[in-house]
């Protein structure tokens, strides 16, 4: 059950650890490297699209039909400066259509600050997930 | 000249490479690797979007002024899959004010489909960038 | 105080009616027209955002300083169907800086059902409302 | 086939004409009004979606099955003054896949400056469009 996130190596390379997952909502973090932060020494929003990114893809991905993102939209709300030490990110799907599927992600720090908010919209195939693909269990 | 590339570590363990810079505009590449696919083996959607968000980031700072992503979206249009060798993206500015700029990114694969478009703004700070923190000159 | 909501003429041509009003928060309804339906009888995209827009407006202006959209964007969830009679729009403020401030606009029917989901971003001018161009009081 | 549009009454009464359309593609004009101006007397951002809007569904509903929006974003990239007569509004069809399309629409004024730009995405029904719902002949 572990094994969509390992399949995730782009999510693992980058340091995100999955926390949580339900049906419809997912949980993780990112422990802050000094290779997330950008030129002018801020969390760099790619980093934080990334983390928001993942826990989208596992919530969309918990119904066993396979979601792939269609768009997304980021809205940085406060910079995540030298001092951050751990962002988190939990994904609530705000709604579950046949063929279509939203999702509302909030990024938050380790004073519980907002950094970040994100929408994203996935398109959900007829395939089924194989066990491989399935979302893992946190851990 | 080069040291606002380097400095940018998150883009550069992506395996991204900047190729042209000029005022308002910026085109990279990212060669692709296994970790850049996903648990379905299309390329990432955050990848696609930290390539995406480089363009925009080195064509909004060469005006000199610190400039801040403050929100972005990106629409992914074609799935890029297997066979997937290379990523292009390339930014426009299509608005310039005092505090905010606006700026589009294609990103388009090996036959030049367009894989995915990124609408990206910046906030545009009085401070000016230090000679370490310019866009490269690519190369 | 209503002068804000009377000169936005747009609104109102619309049938948009303003609830509540606080610092940062606003709500409004609109009941629904047969003009507000399009060729294929849903409610019409553009008349939702117009009511995500009045809140996500109002809500920005109560600070005292004229705010100006800067973008938005929206996600449809729900399609509102014929036996609609009035949509409800309510805005929250997710962050206020000296510049920017950004707002999520949740769209929902009689049945409390979620129509749309909308995120927008304001400029704050250094200019102070008239006491014409302030947000009314609703009623 | 004018049907589509004079079925389309939110955007006639707010003074939409459509000028051309073609596959995946429409332009259409707003005669600036004074109900079209907001309270700091700017042209109603939600005034520029509806035109907007209105490119996208018919650009989107060219090809014969039913194209229902799922989501849009709008950058407002320069303000509409007083000084405005008509505002213009062009949609490209970005992509078009088998249930989903996208779009982009740019806003202009009587000077060809960039008002706004417009990045909207549809889902397609299965369901062909009634002759009384196709997108009209411009005139």
Known sequence: MKEFFKNDR?????GIELLEMAKGRARAKMDIRKDHFNAVNIVHGAAIFTLADLVFAVAANTHGNMA????????YLKAAGEGTRTLFAEATEVALNFKLA?????VTDDRD??????QGMVYRKRDKLMPTQLPPTPG
């Open 10 to 14: 782009f999510a693992a390379s980058v």
């Open 68 to 75: 792939v993102a269609v768009n997304a939209h980021i809205s």
């Open 102 to 106: 939203s999702y509302t992600v909030q």
């Open 113 to 118: 600050d907002l950094i970040a908010i994100f």
